[in-house]
């Protein structure tokens, strides 16, 4: 291993061993897919070790954080399709709770849209235990664990994670992040770029990753920042989450159409169910508009209230502290 900073690899130590953990715990939830609360931390905590690995590169042996980082991808991938099945269930219940009497109409088409959406998830939960086998298989988190006990074997007798390098690291890690974001932001100037909307978002969950691990040395005075992309991720979330439903809307709308061709010999009674799917396309539709305006305006507001220029001055300060 490539000698490097003490403190930087302490700063490694910590936050992936804390990632390790939260990843541990819900293993088995995920296994058992009672509550869908496991399949959304697991993924959280996956994300974040991966974001962790790519940070911390080198203070693993050359290619080994790499391998690790696809290692841990293919569980991310695989739990995003059953979070995205799960999210869609759970908000499709209280919709359908929430329908006023006079839209009973919509009902059946939403129900069956309910059925389908169930018969995805439950086909998409083998492959999420093949790939917990897999990881298992691998012993990934073990591999890490290893890993990280060898690290901090050279960081004996040091107990710091503060240092010049430490904060030049971080400084450069978030300003990497920035420019990923900004890179993005003419996408708010047009509200049908779905695919630059979509990546800003990433690029803002990247940036809050970034912020929270770089958060430690700077003993919290980062926790606005990590709120604020928390804020902006969560807004263009949910604008992504309408373009997903909209999608989604029009691919099973004509799939259910041929499935009551196949089986009836006619689409006469497909009217019924389309009632529902195009209400909901149509709620879904509005509620992109607003999801989109509310992006647009915390974007201008965080500009308005110089937020990026603190940030760069809290970086730089406390940079300029150490010596």
Known sequence: MTAIDKSYQLLACR???????????????CRLARDIEHVHQT???????????????????????????????????????????DVQIEFLKKYISGLPHKSKKFKPGLRRLMLRLK???????????????RLEEKQ??????????????????????QSRFVFQQAQQHINDRLAELFSFQYSLDNPRDN??????????????????????PFKNRLDEYVEAMKRLQS?????????????????????????????LGSVRAFKRIKRGLDYLARQ????????????????????????WNKLDSILKTDAGKIS
């Open 43 to 85: 993924r959280v905590a996956s994300r974040r070790l991966r974001t962790a690995l790519r940070m911390f590169a080198d203070c693993f042996p050359a290619g080994k954080s790499g391998k690790l980082r696809r290692q841990i991808g293919r569980l991310t991938r695989r739990l995003g399709a059953a979070r995205d099945a």
């Open 140 to 161: 990934v988190l073990a591999e890490i664990i290893t890993e990280l006990k060898t690290i901090t074997a050279h960081c004996r007798q040091h107990s710091k994670i």
């Open 15 to 29: 936050y992936i061993t804390v990632q390790v953990k939260a990843l541990k715990r819900r293993l088995r939830g």
């Open 284 to 307: 879904r539709r509005k509620d992109r508009k607003a999801f989109y305006e509310q992006s647009v305006q915390y974007w201008k507001l965080l500009a308005e209230q110089d937020f």
């Open 119 to 133: 018969q995805r998830r439950q086909a998409i939960q083998p492959k999420v235990v093949k790939v917990l086998d």
């Open 195 to 216: 695919t630059g909307h979509h990546q800003m978002r990433i690029a803002a969950k990247r940036l809050r990753y970034t912020l929270e691990i770089c958060n430690l």
């Open 235 to 263: 807004l263009l979330g949910r604008l992504h989450d309408c373009d997903v439903w909209l999608e989604n809307i029009k691919l099973f709308t004509a799939d259910e159409k041929t499935r009551t061709m196949e089986y």
